[in-house]
């Protein structure tokens, strides 16, 4: 009798198995009708901008600006948009709000990621010191690079 209710066990967890996976694969279907037939290119990380959307990506040279570089890493590590949206004419309001609180160190400055000339950075921008010929070498590399593109291109940051 045992070996009788171990099989009708056995066909009833299979059973169930069985029911679970289909109702998986309607669910999935489910969503391909929901998002109109088609998945996304791809999917959003929640701690970086996909390549979507992105007009250019430059590399920035870790090697001659070493602590800027660390800088961009960390913050991107941590959450920070690896995107920037230039936003020139916004830039002394976003440094205004994103170095409001952290104080000025003798012989360093006050680096901030997103860049204060970024639409993301501002409030909530990560701060580091670092020494005064990194940052200002750093800042004429970028500005260098971003000179000709206008206001509103999205630049993707990758650190080489």
Known sequence: MS???SRKSSRGNRRYIKQIVTLAGMVLIALYA???GEWPQQFPSPFKATD???DHTITFPADRYPETANHIRKSIEAGHSDVCTIDRKGAE???EL???GVPVKKG???DEWPMAMCAEGGTGADIQYIT???NRGAGSWVGNQL???PDGTRVRFVVK
Do not use: E
């Open 98 to 100: 994103s170095l409001r």
């Open 132 to 134: 005064p010929k990194d």
């Open 3 to 5: 070996k009788r209710r």
């Open 108 to 110: 360093k400055d006050r």
């Open 52 to 54: 979507k959307g992105v």
């Open 93 to 95: 309001g976003n440094r």
């Open 34 to 36: 929901w998002a109109g």
């Open 147 to 149: 000179s000709t593109y």
